[in-house]
């Protein structure tokens, strides 16, 4: 295994396999088809001369936008550690998922930037290293916020190739926080909550001229996790 | 201002002491007093762009800053960083993102300079719910700590003249538990909002108790954030501090402080001028009767 990925907690999902997450989410299906191509990231094993080949979901973004429970959504249990006051991933942790033999899918969570000068730096190098070997780089952002100048910056620096702009996702997280707020427990936004969402989503999209699709989304309620992952899954039988 | 304040009493006190005030120096003195309450009070509201600058200081000044909006930012254009408001002395300070060049961080910091001097408080706004403060560090740490660790301390000789103003608390995890009829936090929110204060006074080093914990738009805690801004103050700015405050955010404790300090400071004028001849006995009656 290459050296960056050594520092990462990594956690098999062990009587949780891959058929059970594809039938959480049909979209993940496409990727049993794709086995067959060659676009998967080959590792080379460190002691015996097995091959395994990976496609990394790799989930970045500012501390606290909710990553980690974005991915604990999609995955349907609650792997990685999340809590609402701290940061509390400091090592990237990775969900594999045996999709066939020597076949992996890895939900790789990364330590959130902006939380500190010191750190953020030492974050975004463990980033720019790891992004060559994604498959699909899912960036996390919260919907209920005007302050992109943070966001903006990091992507401008990440993503300025084009190989890797292609491989992006904007996720647009905590929609159920849009305002105007709404406290019973729906899982669907409101008729005016929609509407600051939908202007979110566009103001987003000319803010940072994605060349996928950004997805408004709630990890909390579910709200829209499906369309996250077909453009998820969209861009990984891409690439 | 407010009718149990009124110079004529003052006077009428004085004279029951068994001191004469001439014409003259009572004109002196008025003068004097009128000087005070014709000062307007600054207080610098820094914080990053849907933090909540607007909608706080709506919430507790009742100025109408600019439309409040939920989508836009109300500051555009990034020159114009600073809003005045009206005679109140207020001022929102919009900081920017990263990744601007030094050219502009030092246009910030002359700006720092010149403005912090001149508060008499700063409020950082937070988003309660928010943990990416980089941002905040590097404007507080790098600008305006130095410049408030100068000037602002030893000018006002106190030593908060700075809080920190963790807004929107009501939008903590978990969010739906707010309960909205006594307008406060449900049980786990409120386990949680307290260690983000914890972590907050932490991250900026300073005392937990300047760490306020406010949702505007729920009109949670600002009772309790007016009485730490007069309490925080000199005793004569306390009740021009409070009268440029909503009625309904002034607690009892409040106004009885912002009463004697405003006394307290009225007897000082009347010292100078009337060179030291009020008897201690004066003194001490003032001192029984309005409580400082």
Redesign the interface.
Known sequence: MHKSRQSTVRYSMRGFPFRDLAQRHSAFNRLTAAAKSEDWHAWEGVESSTITYEKLLLFIG????GKSSTVNAIVGADVLQTS????CTRHAQSIDFQVSRSHWLSFTDMP??????AR?KAYLRTYQELLRYASVIVYVTRA???????D??AT?SLFATADVARKVVYALGQCD?????S???TTVPSRAQRR?ID??VA?IAARFEPENAVVPYSAVTGWNLHRLVDAMVRVAVKT | MAENLSTSEFFKALEGRGIVVTPEDRERIERRFNERLNYVPKIGVFGKTGVGKSSLCNAVFGQDVCGVSDIDACTRNPQEVLISIGGNGLKLVDIPGVGESLEREEEYEALYRQLLPEMDIVLWVLKADDRAYSTDERHYKELVQPIIKKSLNKQLKTDSPFFVVLNQVDKVDPFREWDLANAGPGPQQAKNIEQKRASVANFFDIPLATVIPVSADQGYGLVSLVDSLVFAVPAERKHILLEATRKERQSETARKAAKSGWWEGALEVAKKVLKAVIVPAAVTWFKRRFGF
């Open positions: 500012q501390t606290g936008y609402a006051v701290d940061a959130g930037i902006g939380e500190s000068l953020d209920d916020k005007r302050d992109f100048a943070v903006e910056a401008r926080k849009m305002e105007p707020l406290r019973s427990s600051s202007e979110k103001q």
